[in-house]
């Protein structure tokens, strides 16, 4: 089985496991990414090497998804299955793009004080496709599974709610990219996202 649909069949159970005390519903929002910095290594001749910085910017994107909620213990768990896509544009030349669409499946721990809710956790996400444009690009490898972290906290109101939230990258799902045999690039793409989310209850 795919590790996508492994993801996928994960979140139905956790979902299924609490579905008699369970909450659940849909939400969408806008991601602000401030990762993807590209690192140009430069053989200069005669053992020299230069290293160049090179940082994005336009990191904005959108999200999509579902989400569902359930008493555990003391607290609650809320796994989400969420659509995402990223754009960023590099200053290495201006032609260089990068639009990323991934499945992102945070499990989260929640800790409700009335309308204040604060959480924390794991957050898988699954690369469906990562589009890399620029005249310089010799070849690029991509890893399609990758975890981080979200933590946050939100406000609801019946049955609407709004979050902000943080997310940091474990592992990068770029690998090195090489131009020439003088210049290599690396480019980090491990999120570092400030996402804000609104949401509604349907249950």
Known sequence: MKKGNVLIVAFC??????FSQAKFGIKGGMNYNYAGNITEIVNAGGGAITDITHGSKNKAGFHIGIWTRFGLGGFNL????VFTEIKSQFDLNSGTTLKTQKIDIPILFDRKFGPL??????AFQYLLSSDFKTSDIGSIDFNKLSLGTQ???????GNFGIDARWEKGFSNNLTAVLISSTTNLNLDNR???IIFSVSYNLL
């Open 151 to 157: 933590v946050g906290l939100g406000l609801e109101f």
């Open 78 to 81: 809320r796994p989400e299955l």
């Open 191 to 193: 999120p570092n996202q």
């Open 13 to 18: 159970l956790l979902t299924t496991i609490g």
């Open 117 to 122: 809710h604060i959480f924390g956790g794991p």
